[in-house]
């Protein structure tokens, strides 16, 4: 025998505070399964390169900041001076990275990538740019929305990342 529905109690409406950890909840499976996915793809072919992680986002930064100095690279990373020194070591030892000259402070190195390093990072860009395009297409009209909320979540990444 089934209970009669007390039409005079409404449904109980979940607080703010459990939509909030509901939300957030998602957010974070969603951000986990998204990185696991999307990042799939470039860690196959940043494995082939037979470079370590940390020298690859040297490589990156580098590439992104032509000219920037050791001590600005460490700074933008968030690691070490010495450990920046040493990976700088290694890419420039390897033909990747160049070290030049500053005229106003001999201190200061700039850094560029070889062109053996611009070929590498190309090669590993143009990797992941067919996926991304037909993750593009699987969006279709949905990608400005998404794109939104991409920047939305990197700006507030970057608001909370210590400097």
Not at 5 to 34: E, K, N
Request: with cysteine; proline share 6%.
């Amino acid at each position: 025998m089934t209970e009669p529905i007390d039409s005079a109690t409404p449904p109980q409406q979940p607080s703010a505070s459990d939509r909030l950890r509901a939300a957030s909840d998602r957010l974070r499976a969603a951000y986990w399964q998204v990185l696991h996915d999307l990042d799939a793809v470039r860690l196959q072919q940043w494995e082939q390169s037979n470079l370590t992680l940390p020298q690859l986002r040297v490589l990156f930064q580098v590439r992104r900041s032509p000219g920037i100095t050791t001590g600005q690279l460490a700074k933008c990373l968030g690691i070490t001076m010495s450990t920046t020194s040493g990976l700088v070591t290694k890419l420039a030892d390897n033909g990747l990275l160049t070290r030049g000259t500053s005229q106003d402070d001999r201190r200061q190195i700039p850094l560029q990538l070889s062109e053996k390093g611009q070929e590498l990072a190309g090669e590993l860009a143009e990797t992941t740019r067919p996926f991304l395009d037909g993750v593009i297409e699987c969006l279709g009209d949905d990608v400005d929305r998404v794109a939104s909320a991409l920047e939305a979540l990197a700006a507030a990444a970057a608001r909370v990342r210590p400097q």
